[in-house]
């Protein structure tokens, strides 16, 4: 049975979740972590951008991993508490969480790629979901030691996996979402089209 699209939660309710996804969403852990670490400013190296990835280009693989927990569960976190009031709260805070990192109001809208948070999202709301996207970016990953691509074809492949489960309004939830991820890495489908996207191990 599909999972109806109607929203059946309050507008103010669906708003206020909405706001709380976000202001979690926003912790800038990369930066924060880093910075506790002594590393510096995250944003001055490699991308730029606050995301584990670029956090790894400081050499510290344990805070880049920190990093990826850290926005993983800020994902996972908002979802959770929301859904104690009703799965279209989830939801919202879901959005909220992932718009939060991309965006961060305190780093000037200027955050990281998504991934992390995507995938933490999708482990709060539909955890079989999690492991499609992390079997779909192993397989990808051990054939092109591609990261980035790996990402984003489990990103494509999530929102259809969704919805084979019938869950509609997650499925557009994370249609929205994959199409965000695809738009924030556009830097890195221009390198894999041209061949120039770095692989993974590569230094």
Known sequence: MLEPLIITGGVAGIFAALIFGYLLGSIPFGLLLTRMAGLGDVRSIGSGNIGATNVLRTGNKKIAAATLLCDMLKGTIAVLVAAYFGRDYALAAGLGAFLGHL??????????????TYLGILLGLVWPGALVFAAVWIVIALLTRYSSLSALIASIVVPVSI??????????LFAILTVIVFIKHREN?????????TKIGSK
């Open 103 to 116: 965006f961060p109001v305190w780093l000037g809208f200027k955050g990281g790629k998504g991934v992390a």
């Open 163 to 172: 919805l084979y489960l019938g869950l509609t309004k997650t499925a557009l």
């Open 189 to 197: 489908i221009k390198r894999l089209l041209s061949g120039t996207e």
